[in-house]
């Protein structure tokens, strides 16, 4: 069993790298890589981890890259942690992050969320700051019900506390991968909102910008997403990949390693094998 998109406290996830691995292997995965946002800063620990646990870990990242005024995620498989390139890029989304967590936080203490950035930070534990942080502020203070209401409420494009983000482009986000040695994979692509057009303009887009792989099965998708997917990846002559997007025990839907295989003749991306 493979799973090839799960996330640590180094990002939002709510398990700490070593602690992932192992409830990794409980649920007999077999491979597995940890994609924070933005961050490769768990991967030493998860690579500990997986020697003692009998796994192979796959050293990757989830990568926000803007396309057409949208955010897309691009997942890097099989990364030379410390190669330069990657090192830089990461580095220069960390500090956009760290600008656009600012401003979150301006914007949300204007419905009542009093020093969000401090708590937010805090809360990370050196980790990234993303909007989930802010979500669970929003939870812990009354005034959302749940993440989900404050994403919805919030969080998203055109709410109080969402402030668009000018990430590194497509291509340069996949140059970024292809440097530090890695095979690039578009997240989740029915994950976006996008019409039927839209998300083929997008996967068009993505192959066009060098992109190796688009990721098939999710934790969320359906048989029928999955065969259009794949249907995409044969098209555009990319790979197929697998990834449960793993954040917390509590989406039990998302469990590391809750995630169908490929469909027949789609080959798994490299790095995955």
Known sequence: MIDLHTHSTASDGQLDPSALVARAASRGVQRLALTDHDTTAGVNEARRAAADHGIQLVAGAEISASWERRTLHVVGLGLDIAQPTLVA???????????????????????GLEDGCARARS???????????????????????????????????????????????????????????????????????????????????????????????????????????????????????????????????????RVRPLPPHVSLAPHAA
């Open 89 to 111: 890029g990461l580095s220069r989304q960390q500090a956009e992050r760290d600008t656009r967590a600012a401003l979150i936080s301006e914007r949300l203490a204007r419905v």
């Open 123 to 257: 809360a990370a534990d050196g980790g990234q700051i993303t909007r989930s942080h802010f979500a669970d502020l929003l939870v812990a203070d009354g005034l959302v019900r749940n993440r989900q209401d404050a994403f919805k409420r919030y969080l998203r494009p055109g709410r109080p506390g969402y402030r668009r983000t000018e990430w590194a482009g497509l291509a340069d986000v996949i140059g970024w991968i292809h440097a530090a040695g890695g095979t690039a994979v578009l997240a989740h692509p029915f994950g976006y909102g996008f019409s039927g057009a839209w998300r083929r303009h997008m996967v068009a887009a993505f192959a066009d910008a060098g992109g190796d792989a688009i990721e098939i099965c999710t934790g969320v998708s359906t048989v029928e997403q999955e065969s259009q997917s794949a249907r995409d990846a044969r098209r555009h002559a990319l790979a197929g990949s697998i990834g449960s997007d793993f954040h917390s025990p509590e989406q039990f839907w998302l469990d590391v390693g």
